[in-house]
């Protein structure tokens, strides 16, 4: 059993720097893959970013390549999103999740958070 909790959204403005967490409790993450999704008013849930627990694999999300960065930390239990150069199509709702031993960064993912929600103003 993992327990997956997100932090660090706020109200920014275009081209603002914001970074995300997410702890993780319980089980420990040996051997997780994990990743960030997001998902805005009216649209379906998208894929962000993922990242191989070793760190050695990462994945993201064509329109995000440049700007945000996928890390982790696991002597801290923690996942981290970096974003710069934010932008109003950036605003939704992010959540972390996590699966162990999965190849595909892209899911399936079989624990999720409760999300943070990042606004971009412009």
């Known amino acids: 059993q993992v327990q997956l909790v997100e932090s660090g959204g706020g109200l920014v403005q275009a081209g603002d720097s914001l970074r995300l967490s997410c702890v993780a409790s319980?089980?420990?993450?040996?051997?997780?893959?994990m990743g960030w999704f997001r998902q805005a008013p009216g649209k379906e849930r998208e894929f962000v970013a993922g990242?191989?627990?070793?760190?050695?694999?990462?994945q993201y999300e064509d329109s995000v390549k440049g700007r945000l960065t996928i890390s982790r930390d696991n002597a801290k239990n923690t996942l981290y999103l970096q974003m710069s150069s934010l932008k109003p199509e950036d605003t939704a709702l992010y959540y972390c999740?996590?699966?162990?031993?999965?190849?595909?960064?892209?899911?399936?993912?079989?624990?999720w958070g409760q999300g943070t929600q990042v606004t971009v103003s412009s």
């Open positions: 990242i191989s627990w070793s760190g050695d694999r990462t």
């Open positions: 319980g089980d420990t993450f040996s051997s997780y893959n």
């Open positions: 999740a996590a699966v162990t031993y999965a190849r595909r960064l892209l899911g399936p993912y079989d624990y």
